[in-house]
């Protein structure tokens, strides 16, 4: 045991439906120190409509029980590595609403995946461009501090940001706009084939984001996989129960730059309702020994 290892920051996605405070209780009724949201449907354009009450309640909620920080997730719809031009600017579109949304809920920032460009050699060619054109568009649009975090992918299909480096090269041709940050998905690694399960694997993912720049590293997302190493499929487990395991999760979070972020939950939950109070204790309990 040291005293000099601060403990884990362990926190949630949780749901807003009934209210955007909602969110506080829900968090709190865990035992999540951090928590994610949506701020609208996540398979709807709408634009979400909360009113100032509603936001001052979040925030109040928030500060009282000490929950934080606070991160938003991008809706999936958007798709910023899209060919077609009405789906890649509403993408875009939407990520400036959403930034904005961070700005006055006083959030970190928004989460994103950079999406897939459809299928065939070509079409994957051309996705890398037409995200950092995206990222362009969304950060000159964009006036506030909070910021746009690049999510790694497991990497099914055509989809971008398998590899951290990937981002990092985004990163580079978004001009290095220093609001930029990232987002590591603990499954999401594991699937696109970083072996994260032992100590040479995790030092090479380490080096990576390390590459790109420590500082970029915003947020880690903490999942098991049901999935195995490689697979390129993305299926969530519980922490613990999947192919990651508890020893896979206790190595990534004993180190430190990893440790030091705040970690996010977005398990499937023991009775299949999301994050809970069973996969937060796991987490804490694997983390502090
Ligand atoms: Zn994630
Ligand atoms: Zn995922």
Redesign the pocket.
């Known amino acids: 045991m040291s005293t000099a290892v601060p403990p884990l920051c362990v926190g949630a996605h949780v749901s807003t439906a009934g209210g955007l405070a909602t969110a506080a209780e829900r968090a709190l009724a865990i035992g999540a120190q951090c928590v994610q949201i949506f701020v609208g449907a996540p398979q709807q354009w709408a634009e979400p409509r909360y009113g100032d009450d509603e936001v001052q309640a979040l925030r109040a909620a928030l500060a009282e029980h000490r929950i934080g920080p606070l991160f938003i997730h991008a809706p999936y719809l958007v798709n910023l590595a899209a060919l077609r031009d009405d789906l890649w600017a509403r993408s875009v579109q939407t990520m400036v609403r959403q930034l904005a949304w961070a700005n006055r809920l006083d959030a970190v920032g928004v989460i994103v995946h950079l999406g897939s460009p459809g299928p065939g050699d070509a079409e994957r060619a051309a996705g890398p461009a037409r995200v950092a054109e995206a990222l362009r568009r969304v950060l000159d649009a964009h006036s506030g501090s909070a910021r746009l975090i690049l999510e790694n992918d497991?990497g099914s299909g055509n989809r971008l940001g398998r590899q951290v480096a990937e981002l990092g090269e985004l990163l580079a041709a978004a001009r290095g706009d220093p609001r930029l940050g990232i987002c590591l998905?603990t499954?999401?690694a594991f699937e696109a084939g970083y072996a994260v399960t032992t100590p040479d694997g995790l030092a090479a993912l380490v080096g990576e984001l390390e590459q790109v720049g420590a500082k970029r590293l915003l947020v880690v997302?903490a999942?098991d996989s049901q999935t195995p190493q490689g697979s390129r499929r993305?299926r969530?487990a519980n922490i613990g129960d999947g192919e990651i395991g508890a020893a896979g999760l206790r190595l990534l979070a004993s180190d430190p730059l990893l440790r030091t972020q705040p970690w996010v939950l977005?398990v499937p939950g023991i009775k299949g309702d999301g994050p809970d109070a069973e996969n937060v204790a796991r987490l804490r309990a694997l983390a502090t020994c």
């Open positions: 497991a998905d499954a999401h997302h999942n993305d969530h977005e």
